[in-house]
């Protein structure tokens, strides 16, 4: 019987980044509103990171 190893780099990634993120958006927030808006960017920071980055390739 084979066993399946994996690795949780990608997940530790996106937990830091997470928690970089949530930092960043929520300390630059205006008002309570905007930090709750922050912290769900916090969710999804890596579609902005592609975003970004497919900008800079594109567009150049």
Known sequence: MK??????????????????????????ASGFWMGVVGFLKAIVWPAFLVYEAFLKLIVG
């Open 3 to 28: 066993k399946d190893v994996q690795c949780g780099t990608s997940g530790a990634v996106y937990g830091l980044g997470f928690i970089g993120s949530a930092v960043f958006f929520i300390s630059h």
